[in-house]
């Protein structure tokens, strides 16, 4: 709570307990001046009653919202939502459980805010008034996003010190225009404790990004618990989830069972594929989204819970509401600061540098000695990526495990075309008669014809062999086989 609400909250109390003394005047003289003060700040200020009707904005609101003023004064926040000027309340939740919320919300303009609401007691101890603290989000990612390309190399080189070949140990490496900015405007969401949703296709790094808001927020010191949900049982997700009480079950635990939200308590859970999530659960997740409680299985007392709630789906939950498969209020509760990760194909900055990266990490986790070529490179840069950044740590840990030499080059990569259908295109295979004769015979035969053709083409035995992916003893001693030399 900033020095100025705790001004607002006292204001009466010290105005009361001064009567009299030498700090009378100066109560006085802040009472007079306090809309002057609050005009000082940086941020924009809103001050609202227990209905939410808006009582107080200072110049600050006007710049950073675009709306004026006398369009807000003595307005209900919730018409304001109905007449599309904003998407986010605060009021209900913070008059609900007189407590202080944090939300990120967008404006008619397109620009995003962080609000700050704190309630502001009297001297019953009931919430008098509501302020509002906005912060423009746009502005700080665009200066975070400066440094965010140098920092994300130094993590990076810094982790492959130590190596782990979980991909959430190896850092990303942000070079294009859309993750640097997506990852600025990560660094101010961590600063919050809003509700995070990431949308991506599969393999494109929302388990990165999850950890990464983790690592950046006040909770990094605290546990990072990882919920998949596409992948445990339907029959044991709830006490997966939630636990269990003692004796629920003849042969579970005697004492009972904490659950993974349980666990996360104090720092973040990741509810990963969140989609897949059955409505039973949905309606229990959404319960602890609300009213920041759960109830273990077999339990009647619920239990306060102090964590963030980081959810990641490659579906649009949109059509799922739509299609009855996903509570519209859940939705609705995990839109609060959402963040589409693109796919890689549409952020190509980011291929080589990445692929270096995870070549440079294996490389030292196998003691390899391994580079790319240029042709390799550019095949990298121009392939789709249809698994995305899982698809290309894959594809490199395959080649850095199964190289031979120490370089990897197109033949290596598995959509790049075979050795052999490049060589024999043009080289007068076509029609070869093989009725009547041998294996080995036949086989003899293409690769004499690959053999004197490919020089023939290609003119000298070094490019011949790197073509072929054969020494250049074999090519020569199979050039003499066949006369040529």
Known sequence: MTKCTILLQHRNKLSFNTQGSPLQKYVIMINKYCSQIIETMEEAVSISDPDGVIL????????????????LLGKSVHELVRRGLFDVVLNPDIMRNKQSETRVQELGNGRKVVLDGHPVFDENEEVALVVTYLRDITKLAEMREQMSSQQELLEAYQKLQSFDSALEKVPPVVQSKPMKRLYGQLGIIAETDATVLLLGETGVGKDVFARKLHRLSDRADKAFVKADCGSMPENLIETELFGYAPGTFSGGNKNGKIGLIETAS?????????????????????RLLQDREIV?????????????????????????????????????????????????????????????????SFCQKYQRDITFTQETEDSLLNHTWP???????????????????????????????????RVST??????????????????DEVEKTIILNGMERVGNIAKLAKELNLDRTTVFRKLKKYGAR
Do not use: W
């Not at 239990?303 to 963030?308: M, W």
């Not at 209020?329 to 540098?353: C, E, F, M, Q, T």
């Not at 043009?426 to 086989?443: N, V």
């Open 296 to 360: 273990r299985v077999g339990a009647t007392t619920p239990q306060d819970v102090n964590v963030r709630i980081v959810a990641a789906t490659n579906k649009s939950l949109e059509k799922e509401v739509e299609a009855g498969r996903f509570r519209s209020d859940l939705y609705y509760r995990l839109k609060v600061a959402v963040i589409d990760i693109p796919p890689l194909r549409k952020r190509k900055a980011d291929i080589l540098p990445m692929a270096r990266l995870f070549l440079k």
């Open 56 to 71: 107080y904005l200072n110049k600050r609101h006007e710049l950073i919202t675009g709306i004026p003023s006398f369009e």
């Open 426 to 443: 043009g080289d007068g295979l076509d029609g070869m008669k093989i009725s009547g004769k041998s294996m080995k015979s036949i086989l």
């Open 387 to 421: 698994g995305n950044v899982r698809e290309l740590e894959n594809l490199i840990l395959g080649c850095v495990v199964t190289s031979k030499k120490n370089i990897i080059e197109v033949a290596d990569l598995p959509f790049s075309p075979t050795t052999e259908i």
């Open 266 to 286: 104090g720092g973040t859970l990741f509810l990963d594929e969140i989609g897949e999530l059955p409505l039973l659960m949905q309606t229990k997740l959404l």
